[in-house]
């Protein structure tokens, strides 16, 4: 059969990593490894050598080729494939690589930072999600395999595979976008507390800008927890509204609609003597 060569239409970044680079101006040895003759693997093959490309010429990739860009680590965020027959979640899994090059990069970097940057940033993510949306969030664990994403940059690497794109408890949240708002908030937390751990600096996590939220005055039970080293405060109560868990009604529980024990956080505030 022929086929009539033609543009998609699309936005080159719809296209794929293999077109996008293609569109973007590097060279054919990096968005095509394949010679062209296979537009899968030239897809996820390309990444991998995109990150050398920028890198070549630093100490990452001194005798590379490249744009003499550093860089401090590379990211594959992924959605996974797989179906559970009940309510289950399917969760998240972190791949990384150190069996290469007798576990260093070529910068003579340890190979065991890809391991770090993965469970970091598998815990930040994780931690998240069962705090303000599921409880039972799966953590699947973490993969030392040679994939070739994680394996051919010479950098840091990860390869994120957040949910099952297949089933359906894994996406009623996935297309909610306060839970994508969530996990890509966790993963910027976690690579900011990755690269303080490697550079021995300090970091502040960018604050959100408040959102409404209610509360109401809880009063205190006894005069010790009225008082704090002698100056008066006011105890508030504040709740998260979280959406009721499938899973739970399926088991007869239901969260109550405004709090609750699993949602109520108490805290303390100076009082001032205003309201």
């Not at 003579?108 to 391991?115: E, L």
């Not at 002698?230 to 405004?258: D, E, F, M, N, T």
């Amino acid at each position: 059969m022929e086929y009539i060569a033609e543009t998609s239409g699309y936005p080159r970044f719809c296209e794929g990593a293999r077109y996008w680079l293609q569109w973007s101006g590097f060279p054919e040895d990096v968005y095509t490894p394949k010679q062209g003759k296979d537009d899968y693997r030239d897809d996820y093959m390309s990444r991998a050598h995109w990150v050398n490309a920028l890198i070549g010429g630093t100490e990452r990739l001194p005798e590379g080729e490249g744009k003499g860009i550093p860089v401090d680590l590379a990211f594959a965020f992924h959605s996974d494939a797989g179906v559970r027959l009940n309510d289950d979640i399917i969760g998240t899994l972190g791949i990384y690589c150190t069996q290469d090059s007798d576990g260093e990069f070529e910068g003579k970097v340890t190979r065991m930072r890809s391991r770090d940057l993965t469970d970091i940033v598998m815990t930040q993510i994780v931690g998240d999600i069962r705090a303000l949306y599921e409880p039972d969030w799966s953590r699947r664990g973490m993969w030392d395999r040679a994939y070739y994403e994680a394996r051919i940059p010479n950098v840091p690497t990860m390869l994120l595979e957040l949910l099952s794109h297949q089933n359906f408890a894994d996406m009623r949240y996935g297309l909610d976008p306060g839970f994508r708002f969530t996990v890509c908030r966790a993963i910027y937390k976690a690579m900011l507390r990755y690269l303080s751990d490697q550079y021995s600096e300090a970091y502040v996590v960018q604050p959100l800008p408040r959102r409404r939220q209610q509360s109401r005055a809880v009063v205190a039970r006894d005069a010790r927890s009225a008082r704090t080293y002698g100056r008066p405060v006011r105890i508030y109560s504040l709740y998260a509204y979280r959406r009721r868990s499938l899973r739970q009604r399926h088991k007869g529980r239901v969260q109550p609609p405004y709090g609750g024990a699993a949602a109520r956080q108490d805290i303390q505030l100076p009082y001032n003597g205003r309201q």
